[in-house]
C-alpha cells in the first residue's frame, strides 16, 4: 500500500448555488482561481463541471474550454484535470461527450444509473459506450463514477470487453439521496467488491463525510472533496474549497501519509 494519497478538489458540480454557499465558484475565472487555490493546498486532480452564465449546469464544450484555459493562464499549476460527463450536465450522451475532445487527462465515466433527490442519473449502456469511446479516442483516461455495487462490476464486464483498460481508477460517490448511502458498512461492501490493485478514491456526501473520508483513508483509498459534494464544513458552517482541501490534508498528515503532487498521481493513476 502506498503511503501517498491523492486529493482531489470537485469545486464547483451541478446543485451548489451562491444563494446556497457564496464561496462557490461558477464562473471559467472563479473555477480556475479555486482549483489554483486548492492546488497550493495540495489537490492534485481537479474534477470540473461547468456552468452557464446564469451559474446553470452546462455540459458546453466552450465553457470547459475557457475553464481550462484560464487555469492554463496558472502556468506554475500542474494539476491533473478530470472533466465531468455527469447525467446532470444536460441531456443526450452526444452533449455529455462532447467536452471529452478538448483532451483532459481524465473524464468521469458513471458505469450504471442510478437515482439523484430529483432525476435520474442516467446511464444506460449505449450511453456508456459511447462515453468510453470518446475517452479512448481522445487517450482520455476514465475515472469510474460508482452510484452503487453494480457500477463496479459493469465497469469489470466493460474492461473484459476492451470498451475502458486497465488499470481501472474507481470513484466511490456515497451518500447522494438516491443512490448507495454513505455508511461504513456500505463503504467495506463496495471496498470488497474492487478488483484488486486499482486505485480508487471516496467521494462522501453529507454529515458523514469526515468519518467516511477517514475510513477510506485507513483502507488505503484516496479522497475527493469540495463544495461539489458538502457546502457545509460542519453543521450550520459553510465550507470553501481550500479549507475542505485543508481539513483533508490534516487528516492524512495525522493518519502518517503523505499528500500526492501531481506528478506522483500522475503515476499512480497509470496517467503516464
Ligand atoms: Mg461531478
Known sequence: MTNKVIITLAP????????????????PQEIADQIYACWREGAAVAHIHARDADGKPTVDREV???ILERLAEHKDCDIITQLSTGARGGAGFFARGAMVSLEPEMASLSTGSSNFPTQCNFNDPETIAYLAGEMAKHK????????????IANAVDLHKKGVIQAPLQFNLV??????????AKNLFFLYE???????????????QHVDLMTMALALGGNV???????????????????????RAKGIILAMGKEVATPAEARQMLSLI
Open 224 to 246: 475527493r472533496v469540495g463544495l461539489e459534494d458538502n457546502i457545509y464544513y460542519a453543521k450550520g458552517i459553510l465550507a470553501d474549497n481550500p479549507s475542505l482541501v485543508r
Open 12 to 27: 464547483t458540480g451541478n446543485v451548489p448555488t451562491k444563494e446556497k454557499n457564496p464561496y462557490t465558484p461558477v464562473t
Open 64 to 66: 470547459y474550454r475557457a
Open 193 to 207: 467488491s474492487l478488483p484488486p490493485g486499482c486505485p480508487w478514491t471516496i467521494t462522501a456526501v453529507g454529515p
Open 140 to 151: 482520455v483516461k476514465p475515472e469510474v463514477e460508482v452510484f452503487d455495487a453494480a457500477m
Open 174 to 183: 456515497m451518500g447522494v439521496p438516491g443512490s448507495i448511502p454513505a455508511t
